[in-house]
């Protein structure tokens, strides 16, 4: 099935081996997005990375990765909860337009002050749990280069990520080493395995992450190993925009404003920042912006698809 996180432990659980394929949850995300193909790639690539390392949050709260970059792409932002909802959004520099064979460098970095954000985020402040943040240069040819050094810098956790992403789905595997109790890496023989899980990982293809489900990618590459299997997880895309949340800000701009924007046109129309999903209010919902009770637009949303 797709829209789902699998996780494995090699027999000495010296290694971890993560995948997830997103189809319907992917699409869904990009229902209201027009990005050029390159740019889809890259946040989808994004989109399944985040799933993969936010599956082993030992908090409630969410892990944000975030490329901000002085090329054409500004930014690109991947948000995944514990829970593993996934939001993510780009964002295009006015004016430039996006080369169709860019790549991570030249669409984000090519005067070198792009960046890499690592942002955890806990639903629940307390003293000992305090949002962190890991800024780090934009280094690496790909989004799983990008991820795998800050990793082995930030973390020192040997990562390796294979990332794929289109219109249609976004994919991944994950590898990584775990360490012992006490944070010391594992030695002899768990290096034999981690080798070997290395090796055999890295003949995996991109094509063979778009076209083939989970299942038959690990049947293919660790088909001689007993591998742990765990259950499943459930990924769902989740963006908290509502209309609710559209009128309150259209209340923030104020009746004139309002009614100045009427003026020009036969409705106001508001795209959700994050998504882009498409929100719509006529002159009588706006009317109802300012007219408290129940028959008010904020009592009765209504969304444009």
Same mark, same amino acid.
């Given at each position: 099935?797709?829209?789902?996180?699998?996780?494995?432990?090699?027999?000495?659980?010296?290694?971890?081996?993560?995948?997830?394929?997103?189809?319907?949850?992917?699409?869904? /995300?990009?229902?209201?997005?027009?990005?050029?193909?390159? $740019?889809?790639?890259?946040?989808?690539?994004?989109?399944?990375?985040?799933?993969?390392?936010?599956?082993?949050?030992? @908090?409630?709260?969410?892990?944000?990765?975030?490329?901000?970059?002085? #090329?054409?792409?500004?930014?690109?932002?991947?948000?995944?909860?514990?829970?593993?909802? $996934?939001?993510?959004?780009?964002?295009?520099?006015?004016?430039?337009?996006?080369?169709?064979?860019?790549?991570?460098?030249?669409?984000?970095?090519?005067? /070198?002050?792009?960046?890499?954000?690592?942002? &955890?985020?806990?639903?629940?402040? !307390?003293?000992?749990?305090?949002?962190?943040?890991?800024?780090?240069?934009?280094?690496?040819?790909?989004?799983?280069?990008?991820?795998?050094?800050?990793?082995?810098?930030?973390?020192?956790?040997?990562?390796?990520?294979?990332?794929?992403?289109?219109?249609?789905?976004?994919?991944?595997?994950?590898?990584?080493?775990?360490? !012992?109790?006490?944070?010391? !890496?594992?030695?002899?023989?768990?290096?034999?395995?981690?080798?070997?899980?290395?090796?055999?990982?890295?003949?995996?293809?991109?094509?063979?992450?778009?076209?083939?489900?989970?299942?038959?990618?690990?049947?293919?590459? @660790?088909?001689?190993?007993?591998?742990?299997?765990?259950?499943?997880?459930?990924?769902?895309?989740?963006?908290?925009?509502?209309?609710?949340?559209?009128?309150?800000?259209?209340?923030? &701009?104020?009746?004139?404003?309002?009614?100045?924007?009427?003026?020009?046109?036969?409705?106001?129309?508001?795209?959700?920042?994050?998504? #882009?999903?498409?929100?719509? @209010?006529?002159?009588?919902?706006?009317?109802?912006? @300012?007219?408290?009770?129940?028959?008010?637009?904020?009592?009765?949303?209504?969304?444009?698809?």
């Amino acid at each position: 099935m797709s829209d789902q996180l699998k996780k494995y432990l090699l027999p000495d659980h010296s290694t971890r081996i993560e995948t997830v394929r997103l189809t319907g949850a992917w699409q869904t /995300g990009l229902a209201h997005q027009s990005y050029p193909p390159c $740019i889809q790639q890259l946040l989808g690539e994004l989109v399944a990375a985040a799933v993969l390392l936010a599956s082993n949050l030992k @908090f409630d709260g969410s892990l944000i990765l975030q490329l901000q970059g002085d #090329g054409p792409v500004s930014l690109i932002l991947v948000e995944c909860t514990s829970t593993l909802e $996934i939001r993510a959004t780009a964002t295009l520099r006015e004016g430039q337009e996006a080369p169709a064979n860019g790549t991570l460098q030249s669409l984000m970095n090519p005067n /070198g002050n792009g960046r890499f954000a690592v942002v &955890l985020d806990p639903r629940r402040k !307390t003293r000992d749990m305090q949002p962190y943040q890991g800024i780090v240069p934009l280094e690496g040819e790909t989004v799983a280069q990008v991820l795998e050094l800050y990793m082995q810098k930030s973390e020192q956790l040997d990562t390796r990520l294979w990332l794929a992403a289109n219109g249609q789905c976004a994919a991944g595997m994950l590898l990584q080493r775990l360490p !012992t109790q006490g944070g010391k !890496t594992n030695m002899m023989p768990q290096d034999e395995t981690w080798t070997r899980a290395l090796t055999l990982a890295q003949t995996l293809q991109t094509d063979e992450l778009i076209e083939l489900d989970s299942d038959e990618i690990i049947k293919r590459l @660790f088909w001689e190993e007993p591998l742990l299997a765990f259950d499943p997880s459930p990924v769902i895309w989740h963006c908290p925009c509502t209309r609710e949340r559209v009128a309150d800000m259209l209340r923030m &701009l104020g009746r004139d404003e309002i009614e100045s924007i009427l003026a020009e046109r036969d409705q106001v129309d508001v795209a959700c920042n994050f998504c #882009g999903k498409p929100y719509a @209010f006529d002159s009588v919902d706006c009317a109802g912006l @300012f007219t408290p009770g129940p028959d008010s637009a904020h009592a009765h949303p209504r969304s444009v698809h």
